[in-house]
């Protein structure tokens, strides 16, 4: 029986991921900042308030998993405030900075002491973080925040290699969540994508960008 650590478990992807990890017989440790109803019928390990940009609730979640060896984990949770050339904002520039890209660099190093070699990190990035595939603009701070993080992603790869852990770089596609008006595919769909990935994963395909689909994305 596989551990598993899944951010943003509350509701949408995250919260598939959960079921469908838990439905396969793996452990879950879900974090979020307030259960849903529906995350909270799953039956699975549930670590409420930890807000990712905040620095005591990293070191709280520290405490509370001292001795928990993971087998992989998916820092999924992040944010999207649509923003064009017109009307993007530093505050919200930042603000998507600290949520895509700070947030998660920092907690993938404050989960190292639960990781071992033959872990698996997945980081959950967007295709709007590639600046090869970028031919329609705007969404700057959406995009520039998932470009950071794939550069963290391809860092952390690089960094954690010699420890034995591999890193998915993954874009779930275009998803039925609030995130983007619920229009797309169904998140149990994404989900089950993204866990194929993280299966096939092996240290020597480590810190590379995939679709949910099996496509590997341009940088
Ligand atoms: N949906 C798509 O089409 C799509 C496409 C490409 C990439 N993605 C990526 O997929 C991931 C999941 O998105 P989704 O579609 O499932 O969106 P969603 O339904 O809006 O869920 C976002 C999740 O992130 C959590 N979160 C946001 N800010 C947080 C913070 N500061 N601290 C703790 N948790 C925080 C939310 O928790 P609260 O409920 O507490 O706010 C929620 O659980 C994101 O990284 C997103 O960028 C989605």
């Known amino acids: 029986m596989a551990s598993w650590l899944v951010t943003g478990s509350n509701r949408g992807i995250g919260l598939s991921l959960c079921r469908l990890l838990h439905a ?3 452990r879950v440790i879900a974090l979020c900042r307030t259960p849903s109803a529906e995350l909270q019928t799953l039956g699975v390990r549930i670590e409420t308030g930890i807000e990712l940009t905040s620095a005591t609730s990293l070191e709280d979640l520290s405490k509370r998993l001292a ?3 993971l087998d992989g984990a998916i820092l999924n ?3 999207l405030e649509g923003d064009d050339l017109e009307s993007f904002g530093a505050e919200s520039l930042r603000r998507q900075f600290e949520v895509n890209a700070v947030a ?9 002491p639960n990781l071992a070699a033959g872990s698996k990190l997945g980081l959950i990035t967007s295709r709007m973080g590639s600046i090869d595939d970028n031919g329609s603009g705007g969404y700057y701070g959406y ?5 950071a993080l794939n550069m963290a992603g391809r860092s952390l790869a690089m960094d954690l290699r010699p420890r034995g852990i ?7 596609g275009m998803v039925a969540t609030r995130m983007v008006g619920f229009a797309g595919i169904p998140p149990e769909q994404a989900a089950a994508g993204l866990l194929a990935r993280l299966e096939a994963l ?3 395909s480590s810190g590379r960008f995939w679709h949910a689909n099996g496509e590997e994305l341009p940088w």
């Open 24 to 26: 396969r017989g793996d």
């Open 67 to 69: 001795g928990v060896q």
């Open 77 to 79: 949770a992040g944010i």
């Open 104 to 112: 998660p660099l920092l907690l993938a190093r404050a989960l190292l």
């Open 143 to 147: 995009r520039m925040s998932k470009t």
């Open 166 to 172: 591999a890193v998915a770089i993954l874009h779930p």
């Open 202 to 204: 092996k240290l020597d």
